[in-house]
């Protein structure tokens, strides 16, 4: 920074210094001056902003630098011997810089050998070259009213002529390299490259044309004259160029903060969808996006698979994103992004955002999800504890006293005509009575087919108990998770009542298919039809029961045609553990 | 004829008293008592009793549930017959446990069974190698079936159901019939073919087939 400030205030009091002697020279057209002038400065200032954004670039130092040599060439102006001879020998030190900044541009560094032999050529024509002319150099034998040259040895203006033809010789094929070399790097740059190259590379051609063709044509032709004009322009433009690179970049990010806004307002963003966001915005088509997998330990990609990531050099680029040091995502991009550290930082903090939201939403969720299940499975829970204690114990206490009852009974003697006996009789009928409405009840709350054998004895039963024929087909199914043969159980008992609640049917039917990971089953009748989710609130409930472990339920009840119930349950089937009860498996 | 030997597994300790009161009451030898399935099965190996009256839940303070316990001895000891005494109306406990022949079982509901008379004989007639089915529980399994009887079948296909409702295995059928045991199948393919019932799960048909048999028996006698 040190360096790059003192350089700036040198080429700014050189600047002003110069601009006086030009002014006062009068031999350029003020506007020419006023030109020149403005782009020094500019040159400068982007310099100093090139250099405040990257102080490890080279490219704000010959960017002051460009802007220094460019007033240097003013001192010729000078009435001072020696100030003037300075300005002689600098008067093409600004084409070397610039053939150094456009070949080096944007990261200040002379990437390829080609490059550097062509910067180096530059500064030999540009600066030792006029150095061997400068000692035959007399201005006045060349007509000029110009004070002397300090540096004068030998005045010969033949020599001068010969050093003059060499160096628009020499300029001009440097000239010609550099555009070779600038149209190779165009046609080769990726899409965000030659975003950050389209200011140097414009005002670069346009100024090695103009080079060449003075080169070639020599400098007093009218070509080379338009040439040199567009030139001046678009050099003066040149940094501006630059400093409306910054600007455009804030208003990118700008751009990005909107879509990250518009990003955070919906609710689902698909990684696919951020991807290409985050293209978009970085211009950069190629770029791919990892998200980081808790369990994988890796970035995956959008189709589920790891994800393999380049290394992070010359060919590729690799920005992780995190969220206070958690690993979030990875971005896998064109290099050349690296140039435009703002925008891709704007791009990292709100992916972050983004995706820190989702992994919060996501959690959330899941803890939802659980929520669900255990509700359900402690649901459950509480109708078999329900229906066993019917089970176990109230009833069997009636069975006692059934027993007791008996042997009173049988004790009172066999005269019916014992007033004590009717009454006794008539309780022990009603006790009946109670334990078979008890039993059925606790059936329903406790299903020992269900408990016992699983699905398939449980809606074996179920059907037997149907006043219409039932069919079951399919298989026997395995043991599942209790969670999911209790579901089953409820949607065939919930189906059955329906059937013979509302479709006046003659026939039902049930099929359950068992494959690996999933269960299938089907219930339909011959009735009227026309149920629905919303109109049975049985089939509600059970929709929600269904959902709650991850599964769906179609219902399809056309008027008069009968109703099928669709459900897909994801299951596994359950390994019996060592040591349980093994002989209710299977009943084949 | 001797006296008729049982072993009882009931966690409730006053039908437990019930019963075994019941049956001394009624000239049978109760050998042991217990609430526990382990204690059950260690006291069915060292008295073989005739037959193991097992309630088919047993408390949760057991570690071999009654069901399990069951189907260990039909395995271990197909000697020692086996009634279930059960609170459950479900026709699976009883065809599980007679999977392999129907020879010295039973399936009683506890409300049916104590108490009553029938009790008595029920247990005498599985020590006899016969087998018992709760009233309840057949009619479960024969519910829907016509009464048609067993017109439909041949001499053969009679015989090899008569055979097999004395609780007799395929291999016992066939040893009887003097034929291989795989004609004795083929027989009682086509037989449940004929009494149409292959619309139960494959454990459950020998037992309708039987249930059907006795029923026409009964038919007829009545």
């Not at chain 1, 007033?71 to 009435?79: G, I, M, R």
């Not at chain 1, 696919?272 to 997998?293: A, Q």
């Not at chain 1, 896998?332 to 550290?341: G, I, S, Y």
Request: glycine fraction near 10%.
């Amino acid at each position: 920074m040190r360096l790059i400030g003192f350089l700036s205030a040198c080429g700014v009091a050189l600047g002003s210094a110069g601009l006086y002697l030009k002014w006062r020279d009068g031999s350029h057209p003020h506007a020419d001056v006023i030109l020149g002038g403005l782009t020094g400065f500019l040159f400068l200032a982007a310099g100093v902003v090139a250099h405040a954004r990257k102080p490890h670039a080279r490219v704000g130092l010959l960017m002051v630098l460009v802007g220094v040599s460019l007033f240097a060439e003013d001192l010729q102006f000078s009435p001072t011997p020696w100030v003037f001879t300075i300005g002689v020998l600098l008067s093409h030190a600004s084409v070397a810089f610039s053939a150094h900044l456009v070949l080096a541009f944007p990261s200040g560094e002379l990437r390829t050998t080609a490059r550097r032999i062509i910067a180096a050529s530059a500064y030999v024509v540009a600066i030792v070259w006029p150095a061997i002319g400068l000692p035959f150099y007399h201005p006045a034998s060349h007509g000029l009213h110009k004070p002397e040259n300090v540096l004068l040895v030998w005045d010969n203006p033949a020599m001068v002529g010969i050093v003059n033809a060499g160096m628009r010789l020499g300029s001009g094929v440097v000239a010609v390299a550099v555009v070779w070399v600038m149209l190779r790097r165009w046609t080769r740059a990726s899409w965000p490259m030659r975003y950050v190259l389209a200011p140097i590379f414009v005002t670069g051609v346009i100024g090695a044309l103009a080079t060449a063709l003075g080169g070639i044509l020599g400098h007093e032709t009218r070509y080379a004259q338009a040439g040199l004009l567009a030139y001046k322009i678009a050099f003066c433009l040149l940094p501006l160029g630059f400093i409306a690179g910054v600007l455009r970049v804030r208003v990118g990010a700008t751009r990005v903060d909107s879509l990250l806004v518009e990003l955070g307002l919906s609710d689902d963003v698909s990684p696919e969808r951020l991807r290409s966001i985050i293209s978009r915005s970085l211009k950069d088509p190629t770029l791919r996006l990892g998200l980081w997998d808790e369990h994988r330990m890796s970035y995956l990609d959008g189709d589920g698979n790891g994800m393999e990531l380049p290394a992070d050099d010359e060919s590729g680029a690799v920005t992780f994103i995190d969220y206070e040091d958690r690993p979030l995502a990875v971005l896998t991009h064109d290099p050349a992004l690296r140039e435009d550290r703002v925008r891709l930082d704007a791009v990292k903090a709100g992916a972050s955002i983004v995706l820190e939201r989702q992994r919060l939403a996501g959690a959330m969720l899941a803890e939802v999800r659980r929520s669900r299940v255990r509700i359900v499975e402690a649901t459950d829970a509480e109708r078999r504890r329900f229906g066993q204690d019917l089970h176990d114990g109230v009833q069997q206490t009636l069975v006692i006293a059934a027993t007791h009852l008996r042997t009173a009974i049988d004790r009172l003697g066999a005269d019916p005509r014992t007033p004590a006996l009717a009454a006794l009789t008539s309780c022990e009928q009603a006790l009946g009575k109670v334990r078979e409405e008890l039993s059925e009840i606790a059936h329903g709350l406790h299903p020992p087919a269900l408990t016992y054998f699983g699905v398939s004895a449980a809606v074996e039963a179920l059907a037997r108990d149907m006043p219409i024929a039932v069919t079951v087909a399919g298989e026997d199914v395995p043991r599942l998770e209790p969670i999911v043969e209790y579901t089953v159980y409820m949607v065939v008992k919930e189906a059955f009542a329906n059937t013979l609640k509302h479709a006046r049917a003659t026939e039902a039917r049930v099929r359950m298919r068992h494959s690996g990971d999933a269960l299938l089953l089907e219930v339909a009748d011959d009735g009227v039809g026309g149920a629905s989710l919303s109109a049975r609130r049985g089939l509600l409930g059970l929709q929600d029961r269904i959902q709650a472990i991850g599964g769906a339920m179609t219902v399809t009840s056309p008027a008069g045609r009968g109703t099928l119930l669709t459900v897909a349950l994801p299951c596994k089937p359950l390994v019996p553990k060592e040591g349980e009860q093994a002989w209710p498996v299977s009943a084949s | 004829m001797a006296r008729v030997r049982v072993v009882i597994a009931e966690d409730q300790a006053l039908l437990r008293q019930l019963v075994s009161e019941h049956l001394r009451h009624n000239g049978i030898d109760v050998l042991a008592e217990t609430a526990d399935g382990a204690r059950l099965l260690a006291a069915v190996r060292t008295a073989r009793p005739d037959v193991a009256i097992i309630d088919i839940k047993l408390g949760p303070e057991s570690d071999v549930d009654g069901m399990s316990a069951a189907m260990a001895i039909r395995r271990e000891l197909p000697e020692v017959g086996v009634l279930l005494l059960s609170q459950y109306r479900e026709v699976r406990f009883f065809t599980t446990l007679v999977k392999d022949g129907m020879r010295k079982a039973g399936y009683l509901l506890k409300e049916g069974a104590t108490g009553a008379g029938g009790f008595v004989a029920a247990v005498e007639r599985i020590a006899a190698g016969g087998y018992v089915v709760d009233p309840a529980i057949s009619a479960l399994m024969l519910k829907g079936r016509s009464h048609q009887g067993l017109d439909g079948l041949t001499p053969r296909q009679l015989e090899v159901l008569a055979l097999m409702a004395e609780g007799l295995n395929n291999g016992a059928i066939g040893a009887r019939m003097n034929i291989k045991e795989c004609t004795v199948e083929t027989h009682i393919r086509a037989m449940f073919a004929n009494l149409g019932i292959q619309d139960v799960p494959e454990i459950n048909q020998r037992v309708v087939a039987v249930l059907m048999y006795l029923r026409a028996r009964q038919g007829r006698e009545g």
